[in-house]
Every structure is written in C-alpha cells, then in structure tokens.
C-alpha cells in the first residue's frame, strides 16, 4: 500500500488535508444543484430553488478559497516538482467543477419562465412529470460521481491503488451520464410538442449544463490516474 502520506512531511500532510476539504466543498456544491434542480424543475417552487442558488454559491465561494489556501501551501515548497504541478492542475480541475455547477445553477434561475411551461406541459400531458423526474435522476447521477471524485481525492492521502480504482468509478459514472443524457434528449424531443419553442431551446442548453459538470469531473479524475501512475513509478 503506498501513498503520499507516507512520504510527505509536515507542509504535505497539511497540503493533503486542505485539497481533501477542497474535494469535500466541492461536492456539497454539487448537492445543492441537485437540490435546486429538485426544487425548480419538480416542485416548481422558485423561492426554494433560489434559496439553494444562494447557498451553492456561499459553497462555491468557501470550495475557492480552500483551492487559493492549497496553492499557497504549493508554492511554498509542499512536495517536489514532480508532483507539485500535477497536484496544482487538480486542484485547477476541482475548481472547475464548482465553477461549471455554479454557472449551471445561475443559468437556470434566469429562466424562471420555464417552471411556468413545466406546469403547463404537465396539465397538458401527465408524462411530462415523469420527463421531470428524469432530471432529477440525472443531477443525483451528477452527484454520485462528484462524490466518488471526493472519495478518489481522499484516497490519495491513504492508499494510491484505492484512489486510482475509485477514479475509475468516476469514469464509468460519467459514461452512465452520458447515456441518460440522451435518452433525456430523445424524451425532450418526444415531448416538444407541449412546451414553447423557447422553454425547448432553453431546456437544451440545461441539459448540456449537466453534461459540462460530469465532464469536469472526469477531467479531475482523468488527472488522478496520471499522479497515480507517476507516484507508483
């Protein structure tokens, strides 16, 4: 079992816990989305939906400021260079999950006209409801593969080979992603016909936001791979 605990000191083993916080705030980012996404596309409840857009990005705000505090441990000389940029580049690739979740969450409270055209889809055909849950399954698949990417992050610290087959989960969460984000297209399209030709537009670009976020995830977790592969050479 190897791992970077065991060869840093004591600005590492500080580095390491200040990048697992970072890991952890960036998921709770994420769980907000899903909750916003719950509240806004579900339950049609806007003042909810914007409460939680407040609090993702209270979330977003304490996620960067832990990714500045693990730069600064950086480059004060925590770990060799051989790892140094590696480490940097994740917590670059962290960040940019917490970022993409947050723009999603905006974007989509911008359009507050479309719980408006889910209610009035819904009156016109109940399966739309269905269409709607089908969102929720997809932000709470989002989430377990930001949470599998906080577990692989964490795992770093504890045992290389365990980081790495959990990083692998993470690809493997994003592909099923990928997968139902196209059923959730062909079911957008089967029900275009009870929403306006806007409310379509913008539920589109919705659904794109969701694959943006799985996606940053997997470039995180991508980077994982490739310091575990360097760490154990």
Do not use: C
């Not at 889809?121 to 929720?136: D, I």
């Not at 949470?147 to 993470?170: E, H, N, P, Y």
Request: charged content about 35%; overall charge negative.
């Amino acid at each position: 079992m190897v791992a970077f605990a065991s060869v840093g000191g004591k600005k590492e083993r500080e580095a390491l816990e200040v990048l697992k916080q970072n890991a952890s705030s960036i998921a709770d980012v994420v769980k907000k989305f899903e909750d916003l996404i719950k509240a806004f596309f579900l339950e049609h409840d806007l003042e909810k939906a914007s409460r939680y857009g407040k609090e993702l990005s209270t979330l977003e705000t304490e996620a960067d400021n832990g990714r500045r505090k693990f730069m600064r441990i950086l480059h004060e000389g925590a770990f060799l260079p051989t790892f140094r940029g590696d480490l940097a580049r994740l917590a670059d690739r962290l960040d940019r999950i917490a970022d993409t979740t947050e723009g999603a969450a905006r974007a989509i409270l911008q359009r507050k006209k479309l719980t408006k055209a889910f209610l009035e889809a819904e009156r016109k055909n109940p399966k739309v409801k269905e269409f709607a849950s089908s969102l929720v399954k997809m932000a709470d698949l989002t989430t377990k593969t930001v949470l599998a990417l906080r577990d692989s992050v964490s795992m770093l610290t504890t045992d290389i080979d365990k980081a790495l087959k959990k990083s692998q989960s993470v690809n493997r969460l994003e592909h099923q992603i990928d997968e139902m984000e196209a059923w959730v297209f062909e079911e957008m399209y089967e029900h275009e016909r009870y929403f306006d030709p806007l409310s379509v537009v913008q539920l589109s670009d919705v659904l794109h936001r969701f694959e943006n976020i799985s996606d940053r995830a997997e470039d995180a977790s991508d980077l994982i791979e490739i310091i575990a592969y360097t760490f154990r050479a």
